[in-house]
Structures are given as C-alpha cells and as structure tokens.
C-alpha cells in the first residue's frame, strides 16, 4: 500500500512541515500511526483540485485513490492502524477543526500585528507583479469568511477574550502526563496540535505567547510534538 499526502509547500524553515492545521494534523497522525507516506507539494490548495472538488488540503492518496478531508483522512488512519480514539476524541477533533481553527485563521489574517508576516510567507514565492493585488483580494475572502463564522463580527477585542478563555478551559483540561484522553496518543492529540500547533510559529507572536502562558498545554503540547516529530511512534495494526 503506498501512501501520499497532497498539500501545500513545506514550512519546515518555520518549524513546521505545513502552514496548514489540516495538513500538519495528517502529517503528525500518520506518524503517530507509523504509517510511512511520501508527499507532494503545490503552490496553493486548488492546484489538487483534480483529486479534491472542494480545491482544499489535505488529500491523501492510498494506493493513487484520493481521500479528501482531515476528518475523513483521520477516520481511515484510525481504521488502519493502533491510533488511539474514542468519542471524546473526536469530540476535541470537531473543536479543534471549528473553533480554534477560527482563531488560528484570525490571527494570521485579520489581526493587522500578524499580517504582514503572513504575507511575507504565504505569498513569497508568487512573482512581484501578481503580489500587488492577490494578496489583498484573498485577505478580503478571508475576512468575509470570519465574519460569518462569527469569529471577527464582534471586533478583535472580543476575538481575543473568547481565544483567553477557551485557552484557560484548555490549560485545566489538559493531561498532567500522557496524552489527552489516556496514556496512549490519539485523534484528539493530532487535531488539537495541528491548530495549536499552528499558533506557535514566528507568524503569530501574540497568540503564541498566549499558548506559552499555560504551562500544562504548553508541556502536553511538547509531548505531542516529540511523540509525532519522528516516524514510527505507534505501531500500524497488521
Ligand atoms: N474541512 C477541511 C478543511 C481544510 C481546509 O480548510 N484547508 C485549507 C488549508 S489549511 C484550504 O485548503 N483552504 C483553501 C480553501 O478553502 O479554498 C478538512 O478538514 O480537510
């Protein structure tokens, strides 16, 4: 069986393999699962978008048949090998997709600190003529699209304190030792640090210090990070 994750470029210069939750969440998944994958790059989501209708990342090709969905891609990763899951799992998965990947957007797009830097990285290889204006347009889509998943109507103020809170709700909810539903790494651990994750790069130093604040997240996140930094950390089911 050969496996191959169609995403976007890699962000390893900036600490991780994918600015992209959703392709980060398959990366440290398939690892965590000890699933061997080779991948395949493309400047922007659309350009899989033979392989995926919806023109989004990830998609993982099992044997050159698309699986499109981080959702979906998880429940086939689970089904073929030891990674751990359970209802609750996926219930931090459903939060993690939804509401922090609200935030994560937010705070590379919409808060006016960030921006610049999220241009600076996104956009970098596109030729100087087209950054004149792409840029600004898919910022425009963007902040639409915030706006009606109600994450920025009420202003950044209000952004913020919800991303305070959820963070502290987070940090008493997370496991002193082990992962987050048990001793074993699992659905929730994989989706929860790809957003989280997420927010821990150079591009977001606000939120990143917000994350760095809560000390029992901040060392789970690290368990994550080490369990999944590497290949081969859960054995695939025969
Ligand atoms: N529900 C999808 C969301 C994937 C998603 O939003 N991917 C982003 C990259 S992080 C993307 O492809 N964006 C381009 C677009 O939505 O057009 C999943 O879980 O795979």
Known sequence: MTL???EITDASAHGLESFSPFCLKIHRALRAAGLPYTRRHGPMPSTHKALNATGQVPVLLVDGKPITDSTEILRWIVAHSALHESAEGWL???L???????FLVAARWA???NWPRTEAAYFAAMPSFLRLFIPGRARARVLS??????????GPEACWARFDRLLDQLEVRAPEAGFWCGPQIGVADVALFGQLG???TALTPGQAAAVAARPRLTAWLDRVDTATAAPGAVAAAA
């Open 4 to 6: 191959e994750l169609c």
């Open 92 to 94: 931090y998965e459903e």
């Open 96 to 102: 993690a997709d939804t509401a922090l990947n609200g």
């Open 111 to 113: 808060d006016e600190a």
């Open 145 to 154: 699209s915030l706006h009606a998943r109600d994450i920025w109507r009420a």
């Open 198 to 200: 997420g927010l821990r």
